[in-house]
DNA sequence: CCGGACGCCTGAGGGC
DNA sequence: TGCCCTCAGGCGTCCG
């Protein structure tokens, strides 16, 4: 499941295969992908370039010459280039023919994955980008402390909600509380002004190696396409074994999602 | 208004 | 070997 560095990798990898190219047609093979209207999407997209690569979160921002596009990938929404003569792959859902004769591809297993024009000067104001809350290596103290501070939820559950911090999904908010030396199911009122201070910075932390890891793909993407899954080293998430003790790592469920703890190491419930 | 449950999907994996 | 059932998981929507 792509996550903020790997929505940032993708955007990266993407910049340097389709930038200043203009849509010739789109095939639109898989219709609910699409929020809003599928002809309005096509006609206004097409005869148009794409002038810039942008992200908020998770959120891949396609800037054309008029219009503006945002993509989510979701669980397993990825990108590929192809020449427009290539066999389509089952999953391939929405294909963007460029005049150059290549294809950009949308493919997506699970068809979970969502485009959806936005207007082009005021997108950040409107849904579903002015639901988003602050990316973490952005984020003021400000802002977070109150939303995570006046909550008794869960940390775990809190560092998964996109109104808060954005661009955290499962796996690195398990990283995120393993590296606190903290027990996923902290209630956020519990944790201290200084913690909270210090969760922005972990936080922050994680998402800009993690970034810098998938750095080393940017220029190349294999035969599974441009999906910015790239190897990142994991203390705990999907482990047995803790990367620091070397003992039992549990998995429990917080909010429905799978989450991996080291029962020594994250102790410390505030 | 807050938060839990559900629906959207498919393939992997377990049970038999 | 093969079929069927269950389930993961981000996020929007529904509902209590």
Redesign the pocket.
């Known amino acids: 499941?792509p996550e903020l560095p790997e929505v940032e990798t993708v955007r990266r990898t993407l910049k340097n295969f389709v930038l200043h190219k203009t849509i010739d047609s789109i095939e639109v093979r898989y219709p609910?992908i699409i929020d809003g209207d599928v002809e309005t999407f096509v006609s206004t997209l097409i005869h148009q370039s794409i002038c810039d690569i942008d992200r908020y979160?998770?959120y891949l921002i396609f800037i054309l010459d008029h219009d503006v596009f945002i993509s989510?990938l979701?669980?397993e929404g990825k990108y590929n280039i192809k020449m427009k003569d290539e066999p389509y792959d089952?999953?391939d859902h929405i294909i963007f023919h460029m005049t150059d004769g290549t294809d950009l591809r949308y493919n997506d297993?699970?068809?979970?994955g969502r485009m959806q024009l936005v207007d082009k000067e005021h997108y950040r104001e409107y849904p579903?980008l002015n639901?988003l809350g602050q990316e973490p290596m952005e984020a003021s103290f400000d802002y977070i402390y109150p939303r995570i501070h006046q909550?008794?939820?869960p940390i775990k559950q809190l560092l998964?909600d996109?109104s808060i911090f954005t661009g955290i999904?499962?796996i690195y908010a398990n990283e995120i509380c393993f590296r606190m030396g903290m027990d996923p199911r902290t209630r956020g009122d519990r944790l201290s002004k200084k913690r909270i201070l210090e969760l922005i910075e972990v936080s922050s932390t994680i998402l800009k190696e993690a970034i810098a890891q998938g750095g080393t793909t940017i220029h190349s993407f294999d035969a599974n396409g441009i999906h910015g899954l790239f190897q990142v080293t994991l203390s705990v998430h999907a482990q047995t074994t803790c990367s620091k003790c070397k003992g039992p790592i549990k998995k429990i469920?917080i909010?429905?999602?799978?989450t991996y703890y080291c029962p020594h190491c994250q102790k410390r419930r505030y």
């Open positions: 499941m609910r979160g998770k989510h979701r669980m089952k999953h297993t699970r068809k979970f579903p639901r909550s008794h939820l998964l996109q999904g499962n469920t909010a429905g999602r799978g």
